[in-house]
């Protein structure tokens, strides 16, 4: 089971599981439980699989932000050169707390306000994906008002099916993303007769948790013939944004490497001058991550065996909202047999479960890691129950630092009063 671990840094040692060189228990014992650990090691060999498979192609691989937005997970990425794609104003700031070049920032999301517009064009981010028509006016009004160009991409709906989870599916013609491929050329001659709008791109960004690169291709495929159709009526592109998506392994999954997903795009675009663009999220955070929790009760049921954790819905909401499944394992097993348990937290909710029907040999005030942990993890978290928010510490070699502290309960107070 060991050699089946997804989290690459992770092993198995004599005092139980290591993340890169430190031992999980002692994580636990310095800085406490539910905690999230990051392995630097795994993040950035996950960011260089991109570049190598981008090998000497004019390529900016963006981190999507909102994967995970910790200032250290941010840094790591900026000391690399990455470019971030953000979707609000609060993770452009969040990118040049920690760093990053706002040049190589990519601002999307369908409901842009006009002070996120003001505050992207001072900063003098590199491309607005711009996802609607009364987007573009507000974006041209905008950027009139300060006296500046703003740099655009419309996001393009190219109607292809990821074949992933509903929720997460974003390039079909039904859902709120994008503008429809049918209208995107008229939106193009709109924007290039308007004074404060630059034309720089073209984006497109599919779903999330892809495991076959075939939708992608077929996506790509689309954006270059509208691409040659722009080009026909004198609008010419800087840059094609290919978007993010590609999965990750949290049980049996087999996705495709950064250079087999790539692969069929790369062949696409061969012999063209525009630059590409990646937006990867999951794919660079997810397996560099874990949940590290201590049980606080065994409690045997009639039909199923509880693990009560120090971990719930508010840390990690993925399996309540998606029944996503993520590995559980022990941090040090016992010599016991397994028992089979519903693995929960402590919130008022039956939807609080974290893994259903795992196997553990375990006794209570044992260490659970919940591994893939990295993306939509800390970032989905919440403080329903009056939970605080669990610490975050990222592992380099033999040094852990810690990346965010431990929320209090006076930082769940600030901000609220009584009536008088
Ligand atoms: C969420 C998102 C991404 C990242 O998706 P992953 O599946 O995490 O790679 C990229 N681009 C846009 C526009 C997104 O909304």
Redesign the pocket.
């Known amino acids: 089971m060991m050699t089946a671990l997804p989290v690459p840094t992770l092993a198995a040692g004599p005092a139980g599981l290591t993340l890169e060189g430190v031992a999980l228990a002692d994580i636990a014992a310095r800085f406490g439980t539910p905690t999230y650990v990051y392995s630097r090691a795994a993040l950035t060999g996950a960011y260089q699989a991109y570049q190598k498979a981008l090998g000497m192609r004019k390529a900016l691989v963006c981190y ?1 932000v ?2 995970n937005s910790s200032l250290g997970i941010l840094s790591v990425f900026a000391k690399l050169g990455a470019g971030f ?1 953000i ?1 609000s104003g609060g993770e452009l700031a969040r990118v040049l707390a920690a760093g990053g070049d706002p040049g190589k920032v990519i601002f ?1 999301g369908v409901g842009k306000s006009v002070d996120e517009m003001r505050f992207a064009l001072e900063t003098g981010i590199g491309c607005f ?1 711009v996802e609607s028509a009364a987007e573009l006016d507000r974006l041209n009004d905008v950027a009139t008002q300060l006296g500046k160009r703003a740099p655009i991409a419309f ?1 393009v709906n190219p109607d292809v099916n990821p074949n992933t989870h509903p929720y ?1 599916s ?1 390039g079909l013609r039904g859902n709120k993303f994008g503008v429809a491929f049918t209208e995107a050329l008229d939106l193009y001659r709109k924007a290039a007769r308007m004074p404060a709008i630059e034309i720089s791109g073209i984006d497109c ?1 599919i779903g ?2 892809l495991l076959d690169p075939a939708p992608m291709a077929e996506a790509a495929g689309k954006i270059l013939g509208l691409v040659d159709q722009l080009a026909r009526e004198g609008i010419h592109l800087d840059h094609i944004d290919l ?4 999965g990750i392994r949290y049980r049996d999954e087999e996705p495709p490497t950064p250079t087999d997903y790539l692969k069929p795009l790369l062949a696409c675009f061969e012999g063209r001058s525009e630059a590409l663009c990646f ?5 660079l955070v997810g397996n560099a991550g874990l949940l590290l929790t201590r049980i606080e009760y065994l409690k045997p049921g009639v039909e199923k065996n509880f693990a009560i954790i120090d971990a719930a819905m508010n840390d990690l909401a993925r399996p309540a909202l998606y029944d996503a499944w993520h590995e559980i394992v022990a941090v040090a097993p016992r010599e016991l047999p397994a028992t089979r348990y519903e693995v929960v937290g402590p919130i008022c909710e039956s939807g609080d479960f974290l893994g259903h029907d795992r196997d553990l040999s375990v006794a209570p005030g044992d260490l659970l890691a919940i591994l893939s942990a990295g ?1 939509y993890g800390m970032t989905m978290s919440s403080n329903y129950n009056t939970r605080p928010r669990a610490a975050e510490v990222l592992v380099d070699g033999d040094t852990v630092h810690v990346i965010r502290e431990r929320e209090t309960l006076e930082h769940l107070l600030k901000g609220e009063r009584p009536l008088p």
């Open positions: 999507a909102k994967a794609d979707v999307s994906n996001r997460i974003t960004h999330s948790q978007g993010g998506g590609l937006e990867p999220g999951r794919s993306a």
